[in-house]
């Protein structure tokens, strides 16, 4: 049965996309030094990979960048080297993009020593054509040209980084946003940031609007994300700051539009500390969604949490880049942590619009269950409408005896549009999930049950055969492995400096420590008659996939049923006492009506009738004591209940 349903899958995924390639590997270069893979563009045809090398004989060893062509299945096509044998050569940290121009040809920017942007552009073979330095400056206090990023907008090239002075020029403001033309000569370049601040790190984009920038960076200092908004002559038309006052919130900012005409942004927020006897903190994902005018519209706080003796946050789990698609779902690729001692792994998280996590997948060039750490760096979607990201290995035994102890080389992992790979996952996971309520209820009663669900993808929906439906089941904002679970004095402890806001406790559902898994508690309605009584409740995945489970429960008779036997009207009220709501089940009711014992009327509703509804009143704002409920049906019968809230 389950190999009907996996080609059934395949053949419902085939018929809405054409063919998808997938696969999972190191790129093998035959070279023994360490490539750290910063940036993976996709083409038609294949890819272009950027990674910082070293050990360059040509350049007399110095630092260098490393541009690589791979065909559309990973291999090696050709190879240029960026560098000289006086500076060092830095690739665009920040940076995802590089250009094909009408020749076949391909254009990108790197850094040298920091002191200077310079533009390169290659032939289709990746030889080098031209290798144009923006700014130099031979002062004893050069220019300091940090991060510069750049962006491709209507036909100029931008860049926006940051500087710590220029003597010369007399020029010591600290951040500067670049025009620059088709013959990659500068059209202006102004100094955005003003006084103390520097900005460590930045990002420009194309505005919704398409006719103006957006600009994002770290300012140093006082540690905020900046947020401005600039027209195409470099003039500021609104600036925001985002961050948490006190703290450092991360330079690795990366952000993008969204189809509503706002921006998502990722980066890291400090979150609690790394030690109970330190001040020092750990960092957790952060993304922000921002509109056209700068204004938060949500903050999501995201972490994998692990336990030694204290409490802790891998400082490796960040955000390092992502992508919007057109419905608005948000793909945010980083490094993600199971538990203390277990090596690290690529992961994805795909997002709804709202911020809610959809699903987590993690990656490893040497399969699903290698040792050694691994990280990714760029994702970006490919012709085919799968997704493609690269990174770099960590330390790993095999990886170092395979590059003679050179441990860092780049990987890729091409996935198809779920992004499922050849070697990590092969299959979309199985949709599971289990309610554990207890054996013994009261009729007419609420109980708190646990619900642990895996599957493909939330959001998830649960319809009860009591007629009650949870709808938009997300996973929380914590990932936290099976054998572990995170409990209320981990949440609660005094050295938090963020307050989750769900408590998820452990998950019993798999015995896989990876597993995306759910686990959530939930009022649900018992059934309204006593007796051995069998629930029903099904479960619908984001890809309405469907799966029903059955609980044998024994329904106690605890709670009265209000009958008016000359008029046969069923009314149901409970639970009594009620402490957090009141059910008022029936047909056919018109209106509701809750009065104190002075006769003053506290809570009035008027429904339209219906069958079997149930009303559920909350009793929030009513304070403890004695009540009389009054429900008015659409004959015009009224039906009084005395009812104690606690």
Excluded at 12 to 20: L, T
Excluded at 217 to 234: E, F
Excluded at 439 to 456: E, R
């Amino acid at each position: 049965m389950k190999k009907f349903v996996l080609l059934t899958l395949l053949i419902v995924m085939s018929g809405c996309y054409y063919a998808q390639t997938q696969f999972n590997k190191i790129i093998n270069y035959n070279r023994d030094d360490m490539q750290i893979l910063v940036s993976l563009t996709p083409f038609m045809d294949g890819y272009i990979a950027i990674c910082g090398a070293g050990n360059e004989e040509q350049f007399d060893y110095r630092r260098c960048s490393m541009v690589t062509r791979l065909d559309s299945i990973g291999n090696v096509l050709y190879v240029s080297f960026i560098g000289d044998t006086i500076t060092d050569t830095f690739e665009s940290v920040f940076s995802q993009k590089i250009i094909q121009n009408e020749y076949g040809g391909f254009k990108y920017i790197f850094g040298k020593n920091f002191y200077n942007i310079t533009i390169c552009e290659f032939t289709g073979s990746l030889d080098l054509l031209s290798e144009k330095s923006l700014y130099f400056n031979s002062d004893s206090t050069p220019t300091d040209e940090r991060e510069g990023t750049f962006s491709y907008i209507n036909g100029y090239t931008y860049i926006y980084g940051s500087k710590l002075g220029d003597t010369i020029s007399s020029d010591f403001y600290h951040a500067t946003l670049w025009k620059i033309d088709s013959l990659d000569d500068i059209v202006w370049k102004k100094n955005m940031l003003y006084g103390n601040e520097l900005c460590n790190g930045g990002s420009v984009i194309q505005s919704s609007d398409g006719e103006n920038l957006i600009l994002l960076g770290d300012i140093t200092g006082n540690h905020y994300w900046h947020i401005s908004k600039v027209d195409t002559a470099g003039n500021t038309l609104w600036r925001r700051e985002y961050g948490r006052q006190g703290w450092r919130n991360g330079r690795e900012l990366f952000f993008t539009q969204s189809p509503d005409s706002c921006y998502v942004i990722s980066g890291v927020y400090p979150v609690c500390y790394r030690d109970r006897y330190m001040d020092e903190p750990s960092y957790a994902n952060c993304l922000r969604k921002i509109d056209d005018n700068g204004e938060l519209v949500w903050e999501k706080i995201i972490e994998n949490f692990y336990k030694t003796g204290y409490v802790g946050i891998h400082s490796e789990e960040s955000n390092y880049d992502l992508h919007v698609d057109s419905g608005g779902y948000i793909y945010v690729i980083s490094t993600g942590v199971a538990a203390q001692g277990q090596s690290l792994k690529g992961t994805l998280t795909k997002l709804s619009p709202k911020g809610e996590i959809m699903y987590r997948r993690y990656y490893h060039p040497l399969g699903r269950n290698a040792t050694g750490s691994m990280y990714l760096g760029s994702i970006s979607p490919t012709p085919d409408g799968g997704f493609v990201m690269g990174g770099y290995t960590d330390y790993n035994e095999e990886i170092d005896e395979m590059f003679n102890g050179y441990y860092q080389q780049p990987w890729i992992v091409k996935t198809d549009h779920e992004g499922l790979d050849g070697l990590c996952y092969t299959e979309l996971p199985e949709l599971d999930f289990d309610v554990f309520i207890p054996d013994t209820v009261c009729n007419l009663d609420t109980i708190d049950c646990v619900v642990n669900i895996s599957g493909p993808s939330a959001p998830y929906t649960l319809e009860f055969s009591t007629g009650q439906v949870i709808d938009s089941i997300y996973y929380p904002d914590v990932f936290v492995p099976k054998e572990i679970g995170i409990d209320t004095e981990i949440v609660g402890n005094d050295n938090m400096l963020y307050q989750y806001s769900e408590v998820i406790t452990e998950a019993t559902l798999k015995d896989t420590i990876r597993e995306n898994i759910i686990a959530k508690h939930y009022n649900i309605a018992t059934p309204t008659y006593w007796g051995e009584q069998q629930l029903t409740i099904t479960i619908t995945d984001f890809y309405g996939n469907t799966k029903t489970i059955t609980k044998d429960i024994y329904v106690n008779h605890c709670n009265e049923v209000e009958v008016d036997e000359n008029e046969n009207i069923v009314l149901s009220v409970y639970p009594n006492p009620a402490t957090e709501c009141i059910n008022i089940a029936g047909e056919n009711i018109a209106e509701i009506q809750i009065c104190n014992l002075l006769g003053e009327v506290v809570y009035y509703i008027s429904v339209v009738p219906r069958r079997d509804a149930t009303n559920v009143i909350s009793t929030e704002n009513m304070p403890a004591g004695s009540y009389f409920v009054k429900v008015k049906m659409a004959d015009g019968k009224v039906i009084t209940k005395k009812i104690i809230i606690l």
